[in-house]
């Protein structure tokens, strides 16, 4: 009904001005950035670019704040409303792929042969939607604490093993300097949990749930490594280390005033850091026994099942494959560039650049999230259980009951297709 | 005449509902390419069931009860109970409740969802203490404010307005009030003792999450209730007040034998509407704890949104609602019996 108005007016319009004799193709795009003027300028570059490249499409874009994004489009699907292009958050593509709201994304693999692994969604072997960016987390520090401290500088091919983790954190926190020696962030609420905290619990060799047939949590959440994540979680709070319930104010600049000794954040934050103190260094994620491990994926694009011109949103999505606009996307706001090229256009991430760190941990420690239907439910199970362990919850009480609820979940949704 | 808002109601409310009942009998998700499929009950035996275990204290091999230093007996885990364990398939899935000892025994009551009867038990006390406490306070603030002085308005104004600002705008300004670090009332308490009151993380502690909730919603709606008490008092006629006056009755007297008696009708609707909105409770908990800390703000209408829109099992929120609609239902029904009028 809406594209047909659309269409109809497009159509009057090209006939009113006389213009070409056949008017473009309008394909209409979501995207979640509606609010942020910085990235509103961006993404109609690239549509404003893309229309004039060509004649045969021409993209609409329709912007909503981050909040209601996912909620729009669970909307528009059961209405039967979607657009052409969807930007999709990396962990919940494949709900919406096995959900039927997004279709396979066909674009020259040869294209996004050098992008960061995160920025891929993948789900069933197939390509459904690609980032221009990925994000990524480290554990923020300054040289001078370590210095003072007496404590190595971590490297990638080194990283601190638990234990000197561990000794990081009781020096850090008998050293008297700081209110707490970790922020981990824990005000922040949400998808923030399993994104920053599920990497430990990989880390240990566990997971949210078991990746070999993405049939079962046991023994993945409630095994062995498991409870052992448990364990030290609970420890990080009862030991006095972190903060179970943080104010969000510290959190946003604890540890720019010097109230912590680490933060794990992200590099959406390291800018305003680095502006704060000027030896600040970003360590990779510490190594639990199977190497360390951060979240990978952010919000990509993909094209909507319901699309009457998928090779139209195709074309589009291969247009902003195009390192100019990954280097934009990142100078604009931050992100890091899905490509080693891109990269080397960005201040910030070039190599010798401040940020250019977390190029590497993306690419080498990123892992992404449960790449299944249920990692929506899954993701928020975790972020319970986590919640309720640096609470004080008895650890494998709290675990098995996660476990039967994923468990519960997945039988429910006769496996998710997997 | 009615027409319009019959038509309005019925596809707002009644078909929505109706919706509910039908949909918590199947397996309906929000996201899904699989068809729904009818269930039966198994919804309810997932949220409500309930199972007892009695824990008999371990035993050495003389049979003696194994104690520690404390005396105190030692259980096996539950865990060994209720997670695969072939001989119990009746407690396969479930978790400790709570549990009471009687002599040695350790009796433990088991519950299929653990979290549902939280926020049934905690929606329970928020009422329990609500209803009586806003209706109170209430009342008292309308004897207050039904009085002929100059500026009186002023004061009615102000008690109200606390009713016409939106609950989520309230919710996040106590969340500024309750803060841990540097809250209002932290602050209030530290000047008041001297720096002698330690901070308090009020919406960060089981212990006092749902109290705190339980002051600032009181305060939120007491305004309203407030105008309804005034309202009632406006109808009792002076002359009433007069003869008692005359009658040399002293103020209690007069409140309880002229206004109590003509507030009888405003009572029951005060009390009815409180509750009703009591077991509604939800926006102060999704913008302040979001059911936190350990489950201590869990409610029956979070939970349903929880599952139902967050979790995407529509029929797990449906059933929810459903259980909610029988208990608010029974409730009223038997605050209407009690208050009826006696001939």
Redesign the interface.
Known sequence: MKRRSLLLGATLASMLLSTSAFAATTLSMWYHGAGSDVEGKLINQVIDDFNASQSDWKVELQSFPQAVYNDSVTAAALAGNLPDILDVDGPNMPNWAWAGYMQPLKIDESKIANFLPGTKGVWNGQLYSIGLWDAAISLVTRKSYLDELGLRVPTLDQPWTAAEFADALAKAKASGKFKYALDLGTAWTGEWYPYAFSPFLQSFGGDIVDRSTYKTAEGALNGEAGIAWGKWWQSLFTDGYAQATQDPADRDNGFNTGAYAFSWNGNWAALGTLKAFEDTLFLPAPDFGNGPKIGAASWQFGVSAKSAHPEGAAAFIEFALQDKYLAAFSNGIGLIPATPSAADLVDNYKPGGPLHVFFDYSNKTGLVRPVTPGYVVQAKVFEKAAADIAQGADVEETLDAAVDEINADIEKNSGYGH | MAGPAIFLIGLFVVVPFLFAIGLSFT?Q??????PTQFVGASNYN?LLGLNLLPLEPERDAAGQIVRDEAGAAKYPA??SF??KNPDYPQYD?M??WFSVGVGDTQWVVLARD?VFMTALVNTFIFVLVVAPLQGGLALGLALLINQKLRGINVFRAIYFMPVVVSIVVVSLLWRFIY???SGLLNNLLKSLTFGAFPSV?W????ETALGAIIVMSVWQAVGFHMVIWLSGLQTISPTLYEAASIEGASKWQVFRYVTWPGLRNTAVLVLVVITMQAFGLFSQIDVMT?G????STQTIVFQAV?RGY????ISGGSTISVILFVLVLSISLIQRWLTREKR
């Open positions: 397996d998700r929000l996201v899904t390419p699989n997932q539950v865990r209720t997670r899935g978790r400790e653990v803060d841990g670090n993380e919406l960060g502690q089981p979001k936190g800390p350990l489950d929880q967050g979790k995407q099992d």
